[in-house]
């Protein structure tokens, strides 16, 4: 009898062993499946930090995408008020020569007017032209080599008539053995264009303009300076801002400005991820140096090729 109840016995602990193996593969498998929940719910609160990131970006583009609008709106309200002042001045002149009977005289005087006030338009319209290539490209940048001497040659004889009517002398100073550099020509270009366009404008009668050009740590460095008007301190806190009009005013008639120049030269620069600053003085003139590094790999690794 006693080897008979210590088989029971034994068969109620191998029963007992069973039970528990079930139990641990049972709990192991409960275990398992809370860390896959875990796991999941680590990356649900990634998924959604993430998500809440973007969502944060796309709230603060939004907010910038409305001021630019904004600024856009405010800029074009500006323009086409800027606008409206030559074209009433047109319509009296022409309504002038309808209904009078003038001399030789009066006539030449109205139609010098008349020339003035179309120019004035003229490069309003320019300007417009220039913040919708802005916008449309701004991100669109075809860089090629390019010659500093050849763009400043180009860029000064376009300008030469201008100054030449004013009676100013345009000094021309370009360190040798200058290498290429790339860049955007047709942007770059624009940038010169404003850069001495603004000297002639702002510098008086028989005033001095000058252009040098040198290489400065991997960068192309261009300098246009005068001894014009210059700029007050609150000027130079302003001038690359859009649409802000300086104190200064064109020295020669029926020159115009229309606030907008310095903000497309700024833009068009850090484009290329170069730098432009000013120094000047009321009575004394006006330095606007450019920086623009030779390689536009330097600049900017993910530029149009």
Not at 191 to 207: A, C, E, P, W
Not at 215 to 229: A, P, W, Y
């Amino acid at each position: 009898m006693i080897p008979l109840k210590e088989n029971n016995f034994c068969d109620n602990m191998c029963d007992d062993c069973e039970k528990l193996k079930e139990l641990q593969n049972e709990i192991n498998a409960f275990k398992r499946q809370i860390d896959n929940l875990n796991m999941n719910c680590l990356n649900i609160r990634k998924q959604n930090f993430i998500l809440e990131e973007k969502l944060k970006e796309v709230e603060k583009n939004n907010q910038e995408l409305s001021q630019l609008q904004q600024d856009k709106n405010d800029l074009f309200a500006a323009i086409v008020h800027d606008i409206k002042n030559p074209t009433i001045i047109i319509k009296s002149l022409v309504e002038l020569l309808r209904t009078y009977d003038n001399n030789s005289m009066e006539q030449q005087s109205i139609m010098n007017d008349l020339v003035a006030s179309t120019k004035q338009i003229v490069s309003l319209s320019v300007e417009i032209s220039k913040i919708l290539n802005l916008d449309v490209n701004a991100a669109r940048m075809f860089y090629e080599w390019a010659s500093p001497e050849q763009l400043i040659a180009d860029v000064t004889r376009r300008n030469s008539i201008n100054a030449k009517n004013k009676s100013q002398t345009i000094s021309i100073d370009i360190a040798k053995n200058l290498p290429q550099f790339q860049v955007d020509v047709v942007k770059i270009c624009e940038v010169f264009d404003n850069m001495l366009s603004n000297s002639i404008k702002f510098t008086q009668r028989g005033g001095k303009i000058g252009v040098k050009v040198s290489e400065v740590d991997g960068n192309i460095q261009f300098e246009f300076s005068d001894n014009g008007l210059g700029m007050s301190e609150e000027d130079l806190r302003k001038a690359f801002k859009r649409g802000q009009k300086l104190s200064a005013r064109p020295t020669g008639e029926g020159e115009t400005s229309s606030g907008l120049g310095l903000w497309i030269v700024k833009k068009i620069i850090e484009a290329h991820k170069g730098k432009v600053w000013i120094k000047s003085a009321l009575g004394v003139g006006t330095v606007f140096t450019i920086h623009i590094p030779i390689e536009a790999s330097q600049a900017d690794d993910t530029q149009d090729a």
